[in-house]
């Protein structure tokens, strides 16, 4: 018997979470699905507890397994930290 896994690459939070990327220009993450994509290609730092934390509560929200909302925070403070990590090395 098979099992289709839905998900939701469209869902999106309430407030966009605006970062600069390295080339200067800024992006307006929409949800958890543009959050994973934005970490997989703009990341510098793909490691540690609070990229995983985000990256795993990101898949869990576009599989419907927790509130789309409950991932954005986790978001933010992984980009926040890929941020130091990066001022810690230059």
């Not at 959050?35 to 985000?54: D, I, N, T, V």
Request: with cysteine; net charge positive.
């Amino acid at each position: 018997m098979s099992t289709v896994i839905r998900i939701a690459f469209a869902a999106r939070w309430r407030r966009p979470v605006h970062v600069e990327g390295a080339d200067l220009l800024g992006r307006a993450i929409k949800g958890p699905g543009d959050a994973l994509r934005h970490m997989q290609e703009h990341f510098r730092h793909k490691s540690g507890p609070l990229y995983w934390s985000a990256f795993n509560l990101c898949h869990s929200a576009i599989r419907g397994e927790v509130r789309t909302e409950q991932a954005r925070p986790h978001f933010v403070a992984a980009c926040a930290e890929d941020d130091a990590r990066d001022h810690l090395h230059h």
